[in-house]
Antibody, heavy 121, light 107 residues
Framework: QVQLQESGPGLVKPSETLSLICTVS????????WTWLRQPPGKGLEWIGE???????DYNPSLRSRVTMSVDTSTNEVSLRLSSVTVADTAVYYC???????????????WGQGTLVTVSS | DIEMTQSPPSLSASVGDKVTITCRPS??????LNWYQQRPGKAPKLLIF???SLQSGVPSRFSGSGSGTHFTLTISSLQPDDFATYFC?????????FGGGTKVDIK
């Protein structure tokens, strides 16, 4: 059974860099695209971007200038870095696995439990 | 970006009721539409992918239909576990986007 677990600081100061790790167990990070999403308290979901071990990646244009994602096959982890954070970046951050179906559609079939990151001085 | 409009934003229903939630993308997305359930404090859970395919392990009372610019999620007989918020999501083109959610609570 695939499991994902996000970890990282729960509090980040404005203008600093948010750094999170998603540890994958029960499967390898070498396959699939790995996605980061976020949900501000009481609000909807926002796709941050995705990355594949092959180097392929895609980021939300609204965040592209501040986002970096990477995959570490030695630790089976996926990381997210978001620079120059503001209070608007306060949210629960999720990692998820993106799966491609035979029909050529794709979706997020496994999710981590999420981690709340608060941006505050 | 493709805007996803869900309706209603919330609804009250009783156990055993049939519930229908609608999702309308701002452009044609063929069947690149997924539905998720989110309980309070929990991660979203995939229910339906490709507009109408039931994810493994999801009860058959959940069903999805539609294509293009009109989709529906139906719960045929609402159960206590189903009181939650439901989101639609398009995977037609990045940036991938979600609907605003429909909160289903107890009447």
């Amino acid at each position: 059974q695939v499991q994902l677990q996000e970890s990282g600081p729960g509090l980040v100061k404005p203008s600093e860099t948010l750094s999170l790790i998603c540890t994958v167990s029960g499967g390898s990070v070498r396959t699939y695209f790995w996605t980061w999403l976020r949900q501000p308290p009481g609000k909807g979901l926002e796709w941050i971007g995705e990355i594949h071990n092959s180097g392929g990646s895609d980021y939300n244009p609204s965040l592209r200038s501040r986002v970096t994602m990477s995959v570490d096959t030695s630790t089976n982890e996926v990381s997210l870095r978001l620079s120059s954070v503001t209070v608007a970046d306060t949210a629960v951050y999720y990692c998820a696995r993106r799966v491609r179906r035979d029909s050529d559609t794709y979706d997020f079939d496994y999710w981590g439990q999420g981690t709340l990151v608060t941006v505050s001085s | 970006d493709i805007e996803m409009t869900q309706s209603p934003p919330s609804l009250s229903a009783s156990v055993g009721d049939k519930v229908t939630i609608t999702c309308r993308p701002s452009q044609n997305i063929m069947t690149y539409l997924n539905w998720y359930q989110q309980r309070p404090g929990k991660a979203p859970k995939l229910l339906i992918f490709g507009a109408s395919s039931l994810q493994s392990g999801v009860p058959s009372r959940f069903s999805g239909s539609g294509s293009g610019t009109h989709f529906t999620l139906t719960i045929s007989s609402l159960q206590p576990d189903d009181f939650a918020t439901y989101f639609c999501q398009q995977s037609y083109s990045p940036p991938l986007t979600f609907g605003g959610g429909t909160k289903v609570d107890i009447k």
